[in-house]
Structures are given as C-alpha cells and as structure tokens.
C-alpha cells in the first residue's frame, strides 16, 4: 500500500486525511499543544474535537499528559517531527496499538528523511508534507500518504475543489507571491531584520484554501535529486553549528549524519538574551526565525510561550 495523493498545501492533505478517517460526532483527536495555526484549521472546518497534549523543552511528547488526555473518545493521535527531525515513533506506535487509534503523521516540516531503516513519512495511517515549506524554489505542494489501506476509499475526498480548475488563478497567484517572498527576503536581508525575536499576536484569518490535484508538486518532485538536497543541508547545518558555536549558542536538535531533510537549524537560546542574539546573528549574515505563530486559543499557554522563546531557527538554504 502505498499512495501518494498532491495537494496545495499541508492543510489540504491533512484535511483530506481526516475525512477519510471518516470520525463520529463525539470522537476526538490528541494533537501536540506546540503547534501553528494552520494545522488547526481543517480540524476546526470538519468540526473535529481536539486535544491537545504537553510538548517538552526538547520537543518530544510529555507521555504523562498524553495518557492523562487519553479517554474513550479518543480516536487519533498526531506526532509531529518538528523541524524535520523524528519524534518518539516507537513510543507513538506503541500507544496506537495498545489503545487501537489512527496514528496521524505531521512531515511538513521534512521529506524523504530516514531514522535508522524508518523511512519518515511512512509510519502513520497517513502521514502528510508541505513542499513549499522545505523547498523555496516552489510556492504550493502538499502530499498525503496513505499507508493503511482501510482509509483507501478516496471517493470519500470526491467533494474536493479540484486545482485543476483554477490553474490560470493559481499561476497569477503563485507568481506574486513568489515575486513578494523575494522582495520580502531581501528587505529582510538589508535590514538586518529582528522583527521575529519577539511575539506577534495572531491576526490572520483562517485561510480556506483546500485545494486537490495540484501537479505542479508532482513534477517538481520527480525533478529532485534528495540525495543531493540532503547532502547540502548536511553540510549546511554543521557550518551553522561551527559558527554558533563560537557564540556560546548549541543545537537543539542534533543532526548526526545526511540522512534527514531538516526544515531548520534549531537552536536553544535564554529568554533574556533572544533579542540580542538575533541581532547578532542577522549582523553576520544568518537569516533567522521563530516558530510558530499558535492558534489564537493556545496563544495564552505559558508552557508554549516558555518553549517558543527558548527556540530560535537559522535558515538553511
Ligand atoms: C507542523 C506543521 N504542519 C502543517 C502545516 C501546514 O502546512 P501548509 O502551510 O502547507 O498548509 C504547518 C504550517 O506551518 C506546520 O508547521
């Protein structure tokens, strides 16, 4: 079994995963508090409950507050690896089987990633990726993964606006915001930017913009040599490690070999010296970001704020 289905987006994919999970009115489904607006949106539309759990400092579960959450409606975990970096995949296969739920891959923020012979992407009933995210010489592209072949009924997604449709809309579209993203970079790039060292609060709207069929992902896929993307970021993120260093700044995530396609370099800074170290690092040359912008209801929660300011992420391509 093994399905790849092309998307606009993440949140496409996602959607299109949860339909076919096909959950009753009650059900619910565990998600990470740590988490970006947009991965909520297709719950909130298909009026799924969710719930969602602790992440700690290093960003793997807190199993205790999962457990504590677990209750018979639950029919759905999601596990993230966050930054393109494995989670706990054992530990989440484990808690499937033993409560008999879907487990739900978030990949958005990697591809083609391997842990040990585990081929990231493949573990959960479905997993799905956002290729805009990862790759910035493309602007759309979301893939759902279908590897449990009871949620193979994909006339359950028939209702789906198909892109095909609305290519010429989409064509102009993508090219403004491509033109936008670059005169974006570089104002970011002159200005020696920090305007990401400190919180936002969340105005953006739900974007509704689910979308099948996008096959422009699919041809730049086939075009991509991964081996080769691996390598770079590799190499990359060691450079990175070797110049941070010399601030006195470490890994959060450790990249041991080119065997994953991380997002990011992630790196732990103190809340109190945030400001001062994106300045530092804009200075030499190093674009750098915060993640994520939270669901206006968890923009409250003192444990995802702490853990929002005690991260930073470096570009890496
Ligand atoms: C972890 C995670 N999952 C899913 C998404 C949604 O991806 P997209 O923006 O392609 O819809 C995002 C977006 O930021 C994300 O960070």
Redesign the pocket.
């Known amino acids: 079994m093994d399905k790849n289905l092309f998307f606009?987006?993440?949140?496409?994919?996602?959607m299109a995963g949860l339909m076919l999970l096909q959950l009753q009115k009650d059900d619910e489904v565990l998600i990470p508090q740590f988490?970006?607006?947009?991965?909520l949106?297709p719950f909130k539309d298909l009026k799924i409950k969710t719930n969602f759990y602790k992440v700690k400092k290093n960003l793997n579960p807190d199993w205790i507050d999962i457990n504590k959450k677990f209750s018979k409606k639950t029919k759905a975990i999601m596990m993230?690896h966050?930054f393109g970096f494995p989670t706990e995949i054992k530990k989440f296969l484990k808690f499937k089987k033993k409560n008999k739920i879907y487990l739900i891959e978030?990949y958005?923020?990697g591809y083609t990633g391997k842990k040990n012979k585990i081929e990231l992407g493949n573990i959960g009933d479905f997993s799905?990726s956002?290729?805009?995210?990862i790759f910035p010489d493309t602007i759309s592209?979301?893939i759902l993964k279908i590897n449990n072949k009871k949620l193979s009924n994909i006339n359950l997604i028939r209702n789906f606006k198909n892109y095909k449709n609305y290519k010429l809309f989409f064509e102009i579209f993508k090219k403004i915001k491509y033109i936008k993203s670059k005169i974006e970079k570089t104002k970011f790039f002159l200005s020696k930017n920090s305007r990401y060292a400190s919180y936002q609060s969340n105005t953006s709207k739900n974007?509704k913009n689910y979308f099948y069929g996008d096959l422009e992902s699919f041809k730049f896929l086939s075009k991509k040599n991964f081996v080769y993307e691996k390598k770079k970021r590799f190499l990359k993120y060691k450079k990175i490690e070797k110049l941070l260093k010399r601030e006195k700044i470490y890994p959060l995530l450790d990249l041991k070999n080119n065997s994953l396609l991380p997002w990011y370099f992630v790196a732990k800074v103190k809340e109190d010296k945030r400001k001062h170290i994106f300045r530092k690092l804009s200075k030499i040359g190093l674009k750098v970001f915060s993640?994520?912008?939270f669901p206006k209801e968890l923009e409250k929660n003192k444990l995802n704020m702490k853990l929002w300011n005690s991260i930073i992420c470096v570009n890496l391509i």
């Open positions: 606009l987006n993440g949140r496409s994919a996602l988490i970006c607006d947009s991965v949106y993230i966050y978030d958005c923020h799905f956002s290729l805009k995210k592209g979301g974007k993640w994520p912008n």
